[in-house]
């Protein structure tokens, strides 16, 4: 990428080290993924993910404005609306068709809930309010 910047050598041991743990989480867990993959079964494992898919496409064009990803700009429910960091990186979401009955709404919403305010939904069935990311 043009924006992209050469690190030097101490900058990348400094990465490394800072980054360490979450590269023995993650290499723990992709092993003990591949393990349960295999114990699974290999067709097995591509028979539900192949219905899997089929299922969310299903829900997506049921509950999506569009079926799939768009602009923020574009989703005026800010509830659905992703956070948008600074710098020139698009966060895409989703918008829901209008007309949906409300328990059906209510279903499609939670598919459609970016991160950071269906963690706030988290936290407030567990902890109560008061804690709201920006």
Do not use: M
Not at 101 to 113: K, W
């Amino acid at each position: 990428r043009p924006s992209a910047r050469r690190v030097s050598p101490s900058q990348a041991a400094r990465l490394r080290a800072w980054n360490a743990l979450d590269w023995a989480l993650y290499s723990h867990l992709n092993r003990s993924f591949w393990r349960r993959a295999e114990a699974f079964g290999a067709s097995r494992l591509r028979e539900e993910v192949s219905r899997l898919r089929l299922r969310r496409d299903a829900l997506a064009r049921r509950c999506l404005r569009g079926g799939g990803p768009l602009p923020a700009r574009a989703i005026s429910d800010l509830r659905l609306r992703p956070f948008q960091p600074p710098g020139r990186a698009q966060i895409l979401g989703y918008a829901l068709r209008p007309g949906l009955a409300p328990a059906e709404r209510e279903r499609c919403a939670r598919l459609a809930t970016p991160e950071l305010q269906y963690k706030d939904i988290l936290d407030r069935r567990q902890f109560g309010g008061g804690n709201v990311s920006v």
